[in-house]
């Protein structure tokens, strides 16, 4: 087993609420505000934490793309390229609107080593070494695996009729109909 994981970072951070004096950049003539991602988290940018959950486990991860707003990897590259370089990640461009744009775009950079892919938000740091580790056991048993936990709280419906959602589904632009 071979996996290719695909960090999405092409987002904009819109619900984002820090204070402008967290998300301004500390150098002040590189690029301007710094996105949630690139926040320090104990001494490490916030997505390096989420990349690290995967660089540990070289034995079935074959590469790693952090896919970031095309308009973006210029600026991303001269500010962490030595970081991504070190680290053995590859900077790939992304969407500009949705994260399934950004996870399809990202996929025309995977190796054609690749057995997997894993996709795994750059945003979303405190995943669990012993989390991924089973979701890479259920890939060796399984086509397609996804982590959930059950719901604990109620769910209502606000809406007496529901609603059909006619637009086209994002998984169908990336794995066909």
Excluded: Y
């Excluded at 967290?22 to 940018?45: C, M, Q």
């Excluded at 990349?51 to 590469?63: A, Y």
């Amino acid at each position: 087993m071979k996996i290719t994981v695909i960090i999405p970072a092409a987002g904009l951070g819109k619900r984002f609420a820090a204070p402008e004096s967290v998300t301004r950049d500390p150098f002040g003539d590189l690029g301007g505000p710094v996105s949630k991602i690139e926040l320090d988290l104990a001494g490490r940018p916030v997505f390096m934490r989420s990349i690290e959950l995967f660089q540990e486990r070289s034995n079935v991860v074959g590469q790693i793309l952090l896919a970031v707003n095309p308009d973006q990897v210029a600026e991303f590259r001269f500010k962490w390229g030595d970081l991504l370089t070190f680290g053995g990640i590859d900077l790939v461009p992304g969407g500009r609107k949705e994260r399934w744009e950004t996870v399809l775009s990202a996929m025309n950079h995977v190796s054609a080593g690749a057995t997997h892919i894993a996709v795994h938000d750059a945003a979303r740091p405190l995943a669990t070494r012993g989390l991924v580790d089973r979701l890479f056991e259920a890939a060796r048993r399984f086509a397609a695996v996804i982590p959930a936990l059950p719901v604990a709280n109620s769910l209502k419906r606000v809406d007496p009729e529901p609603v059909r959602d006619e637009t086209v589904d994002p998984l169908d632009a990336i794995l066909g109909t």
